[in-house]
């Protein structure tokens, strides 16, 4: 009689999913509550900062050119006497944008690369493997570089170079992902049961392999932040008068002597947004896989 | 051990010949008539008929990379079409510029950090442990141009006490032997010369530091606490032995492995690293020399430029794979 209400009670107590677990897990980390609340923070800022800000993007009062800091300019002036506080707000829209597309890009693509050479394995396997170990041959700036340097500078390119070289990472993650999955005995149920091998792609491997993909996605948008304000950075990124961070510290290099401030904030923008997402991957990583804890 | 390392060899023959075909795609892969985008609109048909025939984008494109590769192996990397020098002349004083740069960099990383990292596993928990480890954190996150105009603008404008650019006294400039500025002045023993060569380095040098000094802390902290915690650890502090040589004699030793691994890949990512620094100090490396290079479209120098720095880049991946076995005895390849 005891037994069967003790079994009662423990149907009727809902056993957490897995994703309420990794919150759970998550929320126990401070340093990755910070890191989210600066993500967030930026997010907010994308979102609905440009409507709140003082002034526009490209305002130019000429007579106004680089005033340091003040109450009508807290970050204040650059050479054509724009608001510095507004593009940078106006910047974290242009950033936020480039790191999670070129993310999301790599991420899908690498992750079918990695999930067809994970699954299929032999020839598929070695032909895309060895194009990852090529791509991973360069270092990765340098082949954003040489992307760029062929189709040209723009916001747009840089983009497309940053998904370019950040699919290897993606796709080597996946493809050992699913090399230990597909022997788990569910996979073997499943083939047993006639299940085609798109649906056991699909609906099996994919699902179980995404852990690891969100903790490095997150971690790769702080790289493909600081890679993009790179490329901004050398000129190679967002063109003028875009205010991408990376573009405007390339601005600022010529008045360091007199007008330090067109340089501090930008890089004190680009440093926070990717500070909260290295701290923010480094909560998800402990949350999400366990065993790579340290 | 000398099979093992054969066989990484011959593993890195198909990577290698790929990454020759990714960089020979380079002027391929430029929409429209590369012979024409590298020489603008206002050139000449000759010229343009010319350049087509040097660069041999007349012919099949198999017979083309057949081409480019029998010539690297001659040693051929193409004719820099700014200054019409072989590449391969010209490039050495840049190539070693920035292998002196990404050596005093990675040697100023491994000192603070590892040390850095042991203290902080020493003493966990105290002050310096938190804010040795805050400051990793930040410095894993920075944009290390934007490090740099900070160094210039607090060390060179605010305090000037350190050069901005450059990586030596353009008034009095270093004899080149082997062009590492810091060899060639204590070769000709000018002691003075081998001072402004260390000023100008500490700016790059330091900002080129950070993220892998951040990176080598984290990890020589992390794998030291695990070691630290281990038997034989305390057997040595049981028996008496003094704390310092318990830390640098004996858990250093097993704790320095996983830490060996991450400096072989911070010397890869150096590299990628160097060409921004470069372009904020003036640094006259192969990084500055590729991103001139851009600016003036001279592809042979992009081609050959990113094609010596990724071959070394793999040669250092390699060397880092092995070296591994000599530190750890325990690790066998099949």
Redesign the interface.
Known sequence: MAEAIDNKKAQSEKVPGPWVEAWRGFRKSKIALVGMGIVLFFIAMAIVGPFLVPEGINDQKLGERLLPPSAEYWFGTDDFGRDILSRIVYGARISLTVGFLAVIASAVIGSILGILAGYYGRWVDTIISRIFDIMLAFPSILLAIAVVAVLGPSLRNALIAIAIINVPNFGRLIRSKVLSIKEDEYITAARAIGMKNARILFSHILPNSMAPVIVQGTLAVATAIIEAAALGFLGLGAQAPAPEWGKMLADARTYLTTAPWTMIFPGLAIMLTVLGFNLMGDGLRDALDPRMKS | MLNYAGRRLLQLI??LL??TF??FL?IR???GDPAQVILGQQATEDAVRALREQLGLDDPWYIQYFEYLTGLFTGDLGESLRTSTPVADEIWPYLAATIELSVFAIIIAIIVGVNAGIISAWFQNSWFDYTAMVLA??G????I???G??N??IFS?ELGVLPTTGRENVRDPVDPITHFYVIDTIIQGNFDQLAVVFRHLILPGTALATIPMAIIARMTR?SMLEVMRSDYIRTARAKGMKMFLVVYKHALKNAIIPVLTIIGLQM??L???A??TE??FGWPGIGRY??DA?GFRD?PV?QSG?LV??FI??MINLFVDLLYSFVDPRIKYD
């Open positions: 198909p990577v790929g990454m990714i960089v380079i892969a430029i929409p954190l930040v894993v996150s920075m944009p141009f934007w490090l105009l900070m210039q603008w404008i992390s890869g990512l590299l990628g690293g060409i921004l372009t904020i590729i991103y851009i592809y992009i990113i720095v990724a880049f793999v």
